[in-house]
Structure formats: C-alpha cells, structure tokens
C-alpha cells in the first residue's frame, strides 16, 4: 500500500550500494550519470528567460489594478467613467459631495439611483474646500443665509448621525466653538444692529457689545473707532474642511455613489436633434450626454445622464460655456468666477488666548486663533479693482505686510510684534452679481440644477445646500428650507443684499 509522503524508490537489481555483486548474482549495470551542461548554454537561455519573465510580469493583472504596474500609453489611470448614471455630478467638493449624498439619504432604498461624482484634481491640492480657514457662523443679513448656517450647525453637531459608517471610527471635524466677532464703525452701527435682531428672530444665539463691554470681554482689543460690536454665543467658530470633505465622501461611497477622475468639457443636448431646417430654435433643451475628458488623455467617455448638478465650485461659469451647449440657452451666462483669496499664517506669542474668536474688523481683515501655541491664521479680501490674477495660486506677500498686518496690528497692538510663518492663496466661487449661492434649476436646461456660487461661505453652508438641490431633484421641492430666492435670478432679479460676506 502506498502512502503519502513517502517516496517510491526503484527496486534494486540485486546489487549493493557500493556496485559489487550480489551474492550469486550477476554484477550491477554502471550508473549512467547526464553530461554537465556547458555553461555557455546557459549564459545563451538567460537574456531570453529573462525577457520572457518581464513579458509576463507586464500582461498579466496585478492586485491593486493596472497591468504588472505599467500603464500602455494613453491608457487614463484610475476608473474609467460609466456609460450612463441618472444624475452626474460635476465638482467634487464639499457642496458636490454634499449633494450626492443627500441624493441617496433621501432616495429610501439602496441601489436605486446611479449617481456619478465627477472631480478633476483628485489630489484636491487647488480645491476651495481644504484651503478655505473652515468657519461656520449664523451671523449673516440674508434670511436664507442664516437658515442655511442654522441647519447645518445642527448637522455638524450631529454630524455622526448622518455621515457616521458602520464599523468606522467616529467622525471628529474638531470643532472649535469660540464664535465670531464683527466690529462695525459708527456710520454701520445701525445696520449692524437691524442685523442681529433678525438673526435672534430667526433663533440664534447672539450678543450686542458697546465699546466698553467689549474691552471687558477682549482686554486685548483696542477699541478705537468701534461704535458697536456682534458676539456669536453658540454654533459658531471653525473646524477641518478636510475631514468634513472626507466624512461625506466616504459616506456617500457607502451608500453607493460613484465617482471618477475627469473634467466635463462638453455636453450634448436635445437642441442637437435633427429637425426641419424651418424650425424656429428651441427655447428650452435637455443636456443628454456629458462629455468626461480623462486626465493625461486624449480620450473621453460620453456619459448618458437624466440629470446633472452644477456644483464645480470656481468655475461653474465656465462650465456652462463649454462645447455643446446652444449659445441662445447659455443666456444669461452665469456671473460665477474664481477670485483668489490669500490665507496668511504668523506666531505672536503674547497674542490673544484661548478665548479669541474669529475677529472680523471694521476694515474688513480677519484673523483666529490656529491651536494652543501662538499661532493664528488671517486675511481680508483686496478691493474690487485690485483683484488679484486667479490664474495660479501664487501668494503676494507684499498684500500681507502693506494691507493685512497692519490694520491687524491697529486693532490688536500685541500683533505688532508678529512673525509671519507661512501663507497659501485659494479661490472664492465669487458670485459677481450679488455674492450670495445660486441653488435650483437652470431656467432653459431643463435637467441641469445649480449649486455654486457661495462666495466664500460654500463650506459652511454645504449640507444644507446640498439637501436643497437633493430634495428638488428627487421630490420636485423643497421641504427644509425655502431657497427658491437663491434660484436663477440674472436676467431681471434684483440682487440680494448680504452685508456679512468676509
């Protein structure tokens, strides 16, 4: 019987070991050993074994994607886009991200919509979410914009609720709840004070300052030419962007959304179709294809769509110029553009404590506290005709030491002494028309909702804003807040007012 792990040995042919006759036998056959192989053969099979391996190595499939680790030329990385998704939206951002996730939050069953997430630096080193400083404040004039704060200070307080994964950590965004401080001179005392009456109707928690009681509450402040001043008590101060971003990205991947590297430079719409050359033009049309460029390609994946969302932050103008889309339904275009913002960041060890909150000054500069060592983070926006060129993120530091430091220094004499530490520069999804959101349909593309446009305030307002343009595409209206004013409203709205834009 055969067992395993033991090796069959030939039977012997009556020989021993050694090769001597076996007693009475004939004597063994001589072992017949192989001729050793020149060398030079082998040194002739080793390029081609070798070769061979290499040719294997690069066609056959890896762990982790691609093919043995080599891309074929103008092959684009990561996954490509789908053929279709119900609705395809453009901008990875927090509001994008936002609005995806609310998309199936409210949809009620998984696997039901296909909903695409479409981000063209995945890297996210030029996005505005991550270079924003991360305020969150009620404390503005417009009525939508201080319900927008209200609800989602709500959802940031209950953040794990709704963005929580099962078996994840859970979510920090470290919030810090110092408030914010708005000074306003004599000539917009009265202004400043109409304002805070309707925040505190409207349920937030806010206090009226003189001079007198605000160097009792900020020793540190001086107070000159400041006739009256707003303290936000509760569900203001800052957090991380970056770890909000994630929180819905991961959540919404969770439920199923989807999402790709690319950028949409074209759409195809109903206003293509073949009609009578008679045909007066259409006045409205449908986007049905959105054209997805693959980075470092010349490729691009048509990608049939029953809605898309507008939500590329910056440059959601500039999106609706691009191929495609009927001149006539491009009209009025849309006044959103990027304006470079500069951050600047010092250390002042005798600056003001754990106290300080987000300081903004009657001549528009800011700053706040970064951590626990001296360390604050600051800025204000240039005039209108000395915007700076947003064509790359490049920091004018001379903007710091001519327009920023010293108003800062005026208001608080300890930051006189300062010592700049570093600086970045990101962009405004600056809103030229009246500075506020545009949020809800396009008036002559039937399929395409907006939701940019916030003017610097687009991080803080995100899960509200995206839950708007979620509960008009899947319910038809809204149900949280009324934001049909922060509809289309370029070719003969009036603008709407807001005073606390920083």
């Not at 002739?44 to 691609?66: F, H, T, W």
């Amino acid at each position: 019987m055969l067992r395993w792990g033991r090796a069959l040995r030939p039977p012997k042919r009556g020989g021993t070991p050694g090769g001597s006759p076996a007693p009475g036998g004939a004597p063994d056959r001589p072992l017949r050993t192989a001729a050793p192989l020149s060398s030079d053969i082998f040194r002739e099979l080793r390029p081609g074994l070798s070769r061979l391996g290499q040719i294997l190595k690069d066609q056959l499939p890896v762990s982790g994607g691609g093919w043995g680790g080599w891309t074929p030329p103008g092959t684009p990385p990561g996954p490509r886009p789908p053929e279709e998704a119900d609705v395809v939206v453009v901008g990875g951002g927090v509001v994008g991200w936002s609005v995806a996730y609310w998309l199936k939050a409210l949809e009620g069953r998984r696997h039901g919509m296909r909903v695409l997430v479409v981000e063209r630096d995945p890297t996210y080193s030029r996005a505005s979410t991550v270079l924003s400083v991360g305020g969150i404040r009620q404390q503005f004039s417009l009525l939508e914009n201080i319900r927008m704060s209200r609800f989602s200070a709500s959802f940031l307080r209950n953040i794990n609720e709704h963005l929580g994964v099962p078996n994840e950590p859970p979510i920090d965004i470290q919030f810090q709840p110092s408030g914010y401080l708005f000074l306003a001179p004599p000539q917009s005392a009265a202004r400043l004070e109409a304002t805070v009456q309707l925040q505190r109707e409207e349920g937030v928690q806010v206090a009226l300052l003189s001079p007198t009681q605000l160097k009792a509450k900020f020793p540190w402040i001086d107070t000159e030419d400041v006739a009256v001043a707003s303290y936000g008590l509760e569900d203001e101060g800052w957090f991380d962007p970056w770890t909000l971003l994630n929180a819905f990205r991961r959540k919404a991947a969770s439920l199923g959304v989807h999402s790709c590297n690319g950028e949409v430079r074209g759409f195809v719409t109903s206003a293509e179709d073949t009609m009578p050359p008679w045909a007066p033009a259409p006045m409205t049309a449908r986007i049905k294809y959105v054209h997805i460029h693959m980075p470092d390609s010349l490729e691009y994946q048509p990608v049939a769509c029953a809605i898309v969302v507008n939500a590329a932050g910056a440059w959601a103008g500039e999106l609706l110029e691009a191929a495609g889309l009927p001149g006539g339904l491009a009209q009025p275009p849309l006044p959103i553009q990027p304006r470079k913002r500069y951050v600047f960041s010092w250390h002042c060890p005798d600056g003001p404590g754990f106290s300080c909150p987000l300081l903004v000054d009657t001549t528009g500069a800011y700053f706040r506290r970064d951590g626990i060592a001296g360390n604050y983070l600051g800025g204000m926006s240039p005039p209108e005709e000395e915007e700076p060129d947003p064509g790359d993120l490049s920091v004018d530091h001379d903007f710091f030491q001519e327009r920023v430091w010293p108003r800062l220094a005026r208001r608080v004499p300890a930051f006189a002494s300062l010592r700049p530490r570093g600086s970045w520069a990101g962009y405004y999804d600056h809103n030229a028309f009246d500075r506020n959101g545009v949020l809800g349909p396009h008036p002559k593309l039937e399929n395409l909702f907006l939701a940019a446009g916030f003017s610097g305030h687009g991080l803080q307002h995100a899960p509200a804003a995206g839950r708007a343009v979620a509960e008009l595409v899947v319910k038809g209206r809204y149900e949280s807040l009324d934001l049909r004013r922060l509809g289309w409203r370029f070719a003969e709205g009036e603008p709407l007012e807001e005073d606390g834009v920083v």
